[in-house]
């Protein structure tokens, strides 16, 4: 019996190979919806703020840059950085960074959106993200933050739609 080639060999195997790497789903489907230049308006326990972000993928993660703004005068922007992607035991989470520090979100996906969920002692920020059938992204977060000292509050919820820039 003739043994084949072996360009012909690996060239099969390379083939079997693209073929399983093709039907693994892709890790971060639950939150490709993301993806893009957004603008948005929110309210919140803090007032009504506006906000633009861009979210990128880089190989395995998803790399967000926002700003947010409120209209009270002299108020300073919020800028935050978000890193989102799957950890070594394959569970979707979201780090968040802005001038008061990390925070590192466990998440979960469905059909209709992703949730992420912080908890540290007593504390915990849940945000839910939601695609809608016109292109826009709703939010929704609640958060309980029992250290917080007057004249910030303990209790924050915020809801905002982004939609995308021009």
Do not use: C
Request: aromatic letters at 10%; charged letters at 20%.
């Amino acid at each position: 019996m003739r043994r084949p080639p072996m360009w012909m060999v690996f060239t099969l195997w390379a083939a079997a190979a693209t073929g399983a790497a093709a039907q693994q789903p892709d890790p971060l489907a639950p939150v490709l919806f993301l993806l893009g230049r957004w603008d948005g308006e929110a309210t919140s326990t803090y007032g009504p703020y506006h906000f633009h972000n861009e979210v990128v993928r880089r190989g395995n993660w998803l790399v967000g840059s926002g700003e947010a703004r409120t209209d009270q005068p002299g108020a300073a922007p919020v800028f935050t950085t978000t890193v989102i992607g799957r950890d070594d035991a394959g569970h979707l989470v979201l780090f968040l960074f802005d001038a008061a520090g990390m925070w590192r979100f466990a998440g979960t996906g469905d059909g209709d959106g992703v949730t992420f969920e912080w908890r540290e002692g007593g504390s915990f920020r849940r945000t839910r993200m939601s695609p809608q059938p016109d292109g826009s992204v709703r939010q929704e977060t609640i958060a309980h933050l029992p250290d917080q000292q007057p004249p910030l509050p303990k209790e924050v919820t915020a809801e905002s739609v982004q939609r995308p820039a021009p």
